[in-house]
């Protein structure tokens, strides 16, 4: 509890009015929480942010995390325009969020040029392990998203989503 003070103390001067954190947290010496140019980051109180959480906001980006969340090693948020994370949310291990995506076309390839869409995660949803939410992502109150899911759209209050997958064991070497 003494190094989340005396850390969230050194961000608050190195970050005047960006790095709007509560004093109440649990945040492992291993997880990053990185601002870059005008980003700003608010984390409400009593979240929990395990070993090898990377998370970074850029240009004028914004980084929302409501109170009482937690976080499980290797999660990655990259906020170039916004994230908004409601209260009492889960995630599992390896779960990966991004407001941005590199602009691409047939003739020139990949771009170093972002394209971004706010996210947004309702009130008290569970992320499972390994599931990536891309830009413009909405995902209502009290949802669960099941592991290794790909969410990009619209997510309405109350739904359970998962992945079907089948497995036929003749086709397996």
């Given at each position: 509890m003494l190094y989340?003070?005396?850390?969230?103390?050194?961000?608050?001067?190195?970050?005047p009015g960006?790095?709007?954190v509560a004093w109440i947290q649990r945040i492992s010496p291993r997880c990053t929480l990185?601002?870059?140019d005008r980003g700003v980051l608010k984390i409400g109180r009593n979240c929990d942010f395990a070993p090898y959480c990377?998370?970074?906001v850029h240009g004028k980006g914004l980084?929302?995390?409501?109170?009482?969340c937690y976080f499980n090693r290797?999660?990655?948020?990259?906020?170039?325009?916004?994230?908004?994370?409601?209260?009492?949310?889960?995630?599992?291990?390896g779960v990966k969020i991004f407001d941005n995506n590199h602009r691409h076309s047939p003739e020139t390839g990949v771009s170093?040029?972002?394209?971004?869409?706010p996210i947004a995660i309702g009130d008290g949803c569970w992320i499972a392990s390994d599931v990536i939410i891309l830009k413009g992502a909405k995902i209502g109150k009290n949802c669960v998203i099941g592991a290794g899911c790909i969410i990009s759209g619209i997510i309405p209050d109350g739904s359970v989503v998962r992945v079907r997958r089948t497995l036929d064991i003749r086709n397996c070497v």
């Open positions: 989340n003070a005396i850390w969230s103390a050194v961000k608050k001067l190195l970050h960006r790095y709007r990185r601002l870059f990377d998370f970074e980084l929302e995390i409501g109170e009482g290797f999660c990655l948020i990259s906020a170039h325009e916004q994230v908004s994370i409601g209260k009492r949310c889960m995630f599992g291990p170093p040029e972002l394209t971004t869409a």
